[in-house]
């Protein structure tokens, strides 16, 4: 009774073995052999950013956002801290009138910015201002403003067009340009427009029996 059992103990000891080692191979061959970039590109879908996330339109967001609301938004989240007319005064954070396009940390003589803004480099772009808005701790770490952020990209437009219609700045960006439409469906519609183009023609012969021929109504 004692043989049958060492027998089926060393019998199942070796298939637990031989179990973990063929595990062990495969893990190996599936990892070498995996692809860099996991699935497929989908046609139509906007390239993501660095973060995963979908990059944003600034151009568009900004060509439909509201400078109204964007100005009760930044005296009700902003005004606490700053100011945003000509001449303000400086508060917990510097005034705002005019900051874009200026450099970053060197907008307001005379405040003390952060070390982490004032070496930030760069200057005040509106691609820089949505990212600062969004958080401003992740755009420059050190930072001494405790604003948490703002999520939404509209409330970061109506707020940064308020700043630009209020202050002034380099000119807005273009909203990003739409695809074409697909080639084949452009391709027919030329088709479609010049053969009705050409139909015109005898509607033209047949209302003008006496017209000249040799040169066609229009041109």
Known sequence: MTDRFNTAAGWLLFAGIVGLGLSSV????FAAHAPEDGGYPIEGVAEEGEGG?????????????DAAMGEAAATSRC??????????????GPNLF???GTTIGQ?????????ALASHGGSWTYEAMFDW??????FAPGTKMSF????????????????YQNGGGPALPEPLPEEATDEGDTAI????ADAGGQADTPEADMTAPGADQTNPVGE
């Open 53 to 65: 996330e979908e990059a944003l339109d600034i151009g568009a967001l900004l060509a439909n956002a």
């Open 189 to 192: 519609e030329a088709a479609e």
């Open 133 to 138: 808005l969004e958080s401003p701790r992740s």
């Open 148 to 163: 948490a952020g703002l999520s939404s990209p509209e409330d970061r437009a109506n707020i940064i067009l308020y700043m």
């Open 26 to 29: 495969s893990s190996r061959y």
């Open 107 to 115: 907008h307001a003589p005379g405040f003390a910015y952060s070390d």
């Open 79 to 92: 005004g606490t801290c700053h100011t945003f007319n000509s001449g303000g005064a400086d508060g917990q």
């Open 98 to 100: 005019g900051i874009m």
